[in-house]
């Protein structure tokens, strides 16, 4: 199952059809979710107090009409569920009750993943620890032909982390690209250990390798991209702030590039 939490924006939508895109072509079902928080004075001066029950029933509305809109258009079977609290953490427990598979998100704000920071997405790449879609605003499914996959040839990757890219693979018959930037033109040894331990992994999956060097990885990553279009990137969240830099340096505003793709997002799981 996907869950797909909405807060039903304009973003949201259209990463809620990516979704049930998705969900049609993988033969899953999805779960539409909507969180929200009671209303607080921020002042002295009197305010109309709105009761939990009368949002909850007018958020209820609003995701049942969005699950009904899904449905008519994709087909796919779609379940909704509506709950107060703080977003990102609720996402996270749903994920533990329903059995989530995959998260798919939107992305807000003109300037792309500039604008995560702070928001529930970041908060929930952080805290989520099944696979997280993240798509940008104006991005429309298409079938992953081509899958990006940016790593630093750890040679302990778990396995969870292949095999989430060979069921997206396997899915669309897609064929990877290898994605690996570094200051230095020479691997080290353990970069090295790394990447034969991935030949060995991915010997059943068409793929190339393709050696960047730059002084950024997100410059590196974007340049490519440019040159050799994909349908989806992957990253793999590391317990090391390679991640967290991506979303937090200035040049994040690069990954809105011409043609935005969705970010896959994977934890990794021992």
Same mark, same amino acid.
């Given at each position: 199952?996907?869950?797909?939490?909405?807060?039903?924006?304009?973003?949201?939508?259209?990463?809620?059809?990516?979704?049930?895109?998705?969900?049609?072509?993988?033969?899953?079902?999805?779960?539409?979710?909507?969180?929200?928080?009671? !209303?607080?004075?921020?002042?002295?001066?009197?305010?109309?107090?709105?009761?939990?029950?009368?949002? $909850?029933?007018?958020?209820?509305?609003?995701?049942?009409?969005?699950?009904?809109?899904?449905?008519?258009?994709?087909?796919? !079977?779609?379940?909704?569920?509506?709950?107060?609290?703080?977003?990102?953490?609720?996402?996270?427990?749903?994920?533990?009750?329903?059995?989530?598979?995959?998260?798919?998100?939107?992305?807000?704000?003109?300037?792309?993943?500039?604008?995560?920071?702070?928001?529930?997405?970041?908060?929930?790449?952080?805290?989520?620890?099944?696979?997280?879609?993240?798509?940008?605003?104006?991005?429309?499914?298409?079938?992953? $032909?081509?899958?990006?996959?940016?790593?630093?040839?750890?040679?302990?990757?778990?396995?969870?982390?292949?095999?989430?890219? /060979?069921?997206?693979? +396997?899915?669309?018959?897609?064929?990877?690209?290898?994605?690996?930037?570094?200051?230095?033109?020479?691997?080290?040894?353990?970069?090295?250990?790394?990447?034969?331990?991935?030949?060995?992994?991915?010997?059943?999956?068409?793929?190339?390798?393709? +050696?960047?060097?730059?002084?950024?990885?997100?410059?590196?990553?974007?340049?490519?991209?440019?040159?050799?279009?994909?349908?989806?990137?992957?990253?793999?969240? $590391? !317990?090391?702030?390679?991640?967290?830099?991506? /979303?937090?340096?200035?040049?994040?505003?690069?990954?809105?590039?011409?043609?935005?793709?969705?970010?896959?997002?994977?934890?990794?799981?021992?």
């Amino acid at each position: 199952m996907i869950l797909v939490p909405t807060d039903f924006s304009n973003a949201a939508r259209a990463a809620a059809e990516y979704a049930a895109q998705l969900a049609a072509a993988t033969k899953q079902s999805l779960l539409l979710f909507h969180a929200y928080m009671l !209303p607080t004075p921020v002042s002295d001066l009197p305010y109309v107090m709105v009761t939990a029950d009368a949002l $909850q029933e007018e958020n209820e509305k609003m995701a049942a009409k969005e699950a009904q809109r899904l449905n008519n258009l994709y087909q796919v !079977p779609v379940e909704w569920t509506v709950r107060i609290g703080v977003p990102s953490a609720e996402v996270d427990v749903l994920t533990e009750e329903k059995n989530i598979g995959w998260v798919v998100m939107g992305m807000k704000g003109e300037n792309g993943l500039e604008k995560l920071i702070g928001s529930t997405t970041t908060n929930t790449l952080k805290k989520v620890k099944v696979p997280v879609i993240v798509v940008p605003e104006g991005c429309s499914f298409r079938p992953l $032909q081509k899958i990006a996959f940016a790593t630093d040839f750890n040679p302990s990757l778990p396995q969870n982390v292949y095999d989430r890219i /060979f069921e997206l693979s +396997e899915h669309f018959q897609s064929t990877l690209d290898v994605l690996h930037v570094s200051k230095q033109d020479e691997l080290s040894s353990e970069e090295a250990a790394g990447k034969i331990r991935m030949s060995a992994v991915l010997s059943n999956v068409p793929h190339e390798y393709h +050696e960047i060097q730059e002084n950024k990885v997100v410059d590196g990553i974007l340049h490519y991209l440019e040159q050799q279009p994909a349908d989806l990137l992957v990253m793999v969240a $590391q !317990p090391h702030p390679f991640l967290e830099g991506l /979303f937090h340096t200035s040049q994040t505003r690069k990954m809105a590039f011409n043609t935005p793709i969705p970010l896959l997002v994977i934890h990794q799981k021992h």
